[in-house]
Every structure is written in C-alpha cells, then in structure tokens.
C-alpha cells in the first residue's frame, strides 16, 4: 500500500519548469514509445489490500498533518471502528504526502 502511494504522489506532483504532472507527461511518453509504464500500470492496478484505506486517506488528506482527533472524529461520524493497523498506515500514508 505504502508503495502505491508513494507512487502516486509521484504521479501527481508537476515538477518545476513544466506544465503537466508526472501523470500526463508518463502518459504521452507511453504513448509515444507504444510500451506500458511501469508507473502508471501500478497506478491502474492498485493492490486490493488495505485499497479501502487509500480510499479512507483520500476522503480525509486536506494537505496537511492528520491529528488523532481529527481521525477519531471522522471515524465517529462514518460509524468506523479503526483497527490500529489500519490508524497506523492512515498516519504513514500522511507523513508520505507531507514528504513530497
């Protein structure tokens, strides 16, 4: 999971000096040598474990740190009872988007 969200930071960051993200410029190279990128075939086949958390991030992620309380908070209003592991790879993935 850690990997797929690193890459897809990857994907969407816009490097300096250019207009497109990673993403675009990935998908017209692609397309220009007709050969699947590895990048972008892990961004379109994501891992199915712990998917619903990358989903959970998403929902949650407003660019900054993720506070316990705000998680809890979040977690109390969808009726989501958190397993420490699934709290622990919310957090990870937040310290992976602030990296970037």
Same mark, same amino acid.
């Given at each position: ?11 969407? @960051?816009?490097?300096?000096?250019? $207009? +497109?993200?990673?993403? $675009? ?5 692609? *397309? +220009?040598?007709? *050969?699947?990128? $590895? ?12 998917l619903y958390?990358?989903?959970?991030? %998403? ?11 705000? %998680? @809890? +908070?979040?977690?109390?209003? *969808?009726s989501i009872?958190? /397993?420490? #592991?699934?709290?622990? %790879? #919310?957090? /990870? #993935?937040? /310290? ?5």
């Amino acid at each position: 999971m850690l990997a797929f969200a690193e890459n897809e930071f990857f994907l969407s @960051k816009t490097e300096t000096g250019f $207009e +497109a993200n990673n993403r $675009e410029t990935l998908k017209h190279l692609e *397309k +220009a040598l007709d *050969k699947p990128n $590895e990048k972008l075939e892990l961004s379109r086949n994501p891992p199915k474990t712990f998917l619903y958390v990358w989903f959970w991030f %998403i929902e949650l992620y407003a660019g900054e740190n993720l506070t316990f309380q705000e %998680i @809890k +908070a979040w977690s109390d209003l *969808k009726s989501i009872k958190l /397993k420490a #592991l699934e709290l622990n %790879i #919310l957090t /990870k #993935l937040t /310290k992976l988007a602030n990296a970037r």
